[in-house]
């Protein structure tokens, strides 16, 4: 079964530091969407991505963050200046959007900032 | 506008049922359920896309009623395995979830 594919599995930085998180959506979905959970808590959207460009992006997902999708295949979420309430799992995640399909989530990257 | 779910935690004995809830202040035009185990990612379960229509997932189903805005997921005969957190999502655009429902099963 076709996988969402995010490296790394767990990063520690230091606040101030810019981190960059990949993903590799599915290679057949048209939405790329990033997603980011607190420890305990629900599942908060960060930005939505379609035909290259950002179509819907929350709150959280101010000048600090931005994403790429730099060769088709991979989808990037930067964080330029990481403060310590960025710790978080993020969760990448595509969707095909055509039948009875959800989306599928990468397994996460836990970002720890220190 | 996200969602929200009812009750927050439910703690079943095996073979037990249980019902979780979402609800929208918005018009759903579809609800999708997903269960996440501890420390891994959100898996789909299902999507309903129609009102009153019902679907499942093993013995795990849903109903959706556009007309109260309402989804409910239905766990019977509850398994060990169904432990996890339940999220229901509404999709406009994109998907907000709800805060979740902790399930927890036990022998």
């Known amino acids: 079964e076709p996988e969402v594919t995010q490296t790394p599995s767990h990063q520690v930085t230091q606040m101030g530091q810019e981190v960059i998180l990949r993903c590799v959506p599915i290679?057949?979905?048209?939405?790329f969407y990033w997603y980011r959970q607190i420890l305990g808590q629900k599942v908060e959207f960060l930005v939505s991505?379609?035909?290259?460009?950002?179509?819907?992006k929350s709150e959280i997902f101010d000048d600090q963050f931005s994403v790429e999708r730099p060769d088709g295949s991979n989808f990037t979420l930067k964080i330029r200046s990481t403060k310590l309430e960025d710790s978080a799992m993020y969760f990448c995640?595509?969707?095909?959007?055509?039948?009875?399909?959800?989306?599928?989530f990468g397994s996460g990257t836990r970002l720890t900032v220190v | 506008q996200q969602p929200v779910q009812s009750p927050q935690a439910v703690i079943l004995r095996e073979g037990e049922d249980a019902v979780i809830n979402c609800s929208s202040s918005?018009?759903?035009?579809?609800v999708h359920w997903y269960r996440q185990k501890h420390g891994e990612a959100p898996v789909f379960l299902m999507i309903?896309?129609?009102?009153?229509e019902q679907k499942g997932h093993e013995k795990i189903s849903a109903s959706f009623n556009e007309k109260k805005q309402q989804s409910s997921l239905y766990l019977t005969a509850s398994q060990l395995s169904y432990s996890g957190t339940y999220f229901c999502?509404?999709?406009?655009?994109?998907?907000?979830f709800g805060a979740g429902t902790t399930v927890t099963v036990r022998a």
């Open positions: 995640a595509s969707y095909r959007a055509v039948g009875l399909y959800g989306y599928t």
């Open positions: 290679s057949n979905h048209l939405y």
């Open positions: 991505f379609y035909n290259n460009e950002i179509s819907e």
């Open positions: 918005k018009a759903l035009y579809s």
């Open positions: 309903l896309l129609k009102g009153g």
């Open positions: 999502g509404t999709l406009d655009y994109k998907l907000s």
